[in-house]
């Protein structure tokens, strides 16, 4: 569980610094990186939301 938060927060920062790349700077490719890792960040959290829930039962 304590990796999955580790690879959660890894991947906010990664979108994080990819959008406001995109934002800011009109930087095409980071709006590309920025997506994928909302997609990866997405996957991670359904996970987490699993583990959660059967860690509480």
Not at 6 to 23: D, G, S, T, W
């Amino acid at each position: 569980m304590k990796d999955l938060v580790k690879k959660i927060e890894a991947n906010i920062e990664l979108f994080k610094v990819n959008a406001e790349a995109q934002v800011v700077k009109g930087n095409k490719a980071a709006g590309a990186r920025a997506r994928k890792a909302a997609l990866e960040l997405m996957k991670d959290l359904k996970e987490f939301r699993k583990v959660s829930v059967a860690e509480a039962k």
